[in-house]
């Protein structure tokens, strides 16, 4: 009963270093999402994928690509990591019809870049 | 532009008291609202789903009122507990969006024993 799973919990990055964030689901969802949580800000969306094979710009896309691998996986990678880009990484998934559209989050993914 | 506000940013009462938690939004054209609590160093856990066609969602006792037209929701949380301690985030998702949703700033509670 694994839900969101997201990898790693934690990471440090140098300025210019790169990384992906994994995220995987077992809930058969077909919609997932990319936000980031910076203190005092509520959660802005990054890139999200509506089905597999289509993925879409959020809000703040910049600095970011993402690979929605197959249905269950969606990645986030960052090819030079900025100090701006310190947050914590939130991946959810979606599904429903109409006006009743529930989501799922993962535990998040910490990152500083020094 | 769609805003999500959330007043108060804190909240410390003592436990046993009922309290209401506020969100307000600009923009009456939404699919749906939601609350979700976060705890410290953990992901967001959905509370309450309010469809755009309804007023009140209740579980246990949470119970969550949207009245569009005003643009605001509450969430009412009756005899606290030092356990509802948490951060209480409101969420809408618009129409025409994707689902996307749009996110208050949150109101981080405290419940003293």
């Known amino acids: 009963n694994a839900g969101v799973t997201q990898t790693p919990k934690f990471q440090v990055l140098k300025t210019g270093q790169s990384m992906t964030l994994q995220c995987a689901q077992d809930?058969?969802?077909?919609?997932m999402y990319w936000y980031r949580q910076d203190p005092g800000m509520g959660l802005r969306l990054i890139y999200y994928?509506?089905?597999?094979?289509?993925?879409d710009k959020g809000e703040v896309p910049n600095g970011y690509n993402v690979s929605r691998l197959n249905k269950r996986e969606f990645s986030l990678r960052l090819e030079s990591a900025a100090p701006s880009q310190t947050s914590v990484y939130f991946c959810?998934?979606?599904?429903?019809?109409?006006?009743?559209?529930?989501?799922?989050f993962g535990s998040g993914t910490r990152l500083t870049v020094v | 532009k769609q805003e999500v506000t959330q007043i108060p940013a804190a909240l410390s009462v003592p436990e046993g008291e009922n309290l209401v938690l506020n969100c307000s939004f600009t923009?009456?054209?939404?699919?749906?609202l939601q609350w979700f609590r976060q705890d410290p160093g953990k992901g967001l856990t959905s509370l309450l789903l309010?469809?755009?066609s309804q007023r009140e969602q209740t579980s246990g006792r949470l119970n969550a009122s949207l009245d569009k037209s005003s643009g605001r929701s509450t969430l009412y949380i009756a005899a606290s507990q030092p356990g509802d301690s948490a951060t209480y985030l409101c969420?809408?998702?618009?129409?025409?969006?994707?689902?996307?949703?749009?996110w208050g700033a949150g109101t981080k509670l405290i419940i003293k024993p």
């Open positions: 809930m058969n969802h077909n919609s």
């Open positions: 923009d009456s054209a939404i699919y749906n």
């Open positions: 994928s509506a089905s597999e094979g289509t993925t």
């Open positions: 309010i469809q755009s």
């Open positions: 959810a998934t979606a599904t429903g019809w109409g006006t009743y559209y529930g989501y799922t």
């Open positions: 969420a809408l998702s618009i129409m025409d969006s994707n689902y996307q949703l749009i």
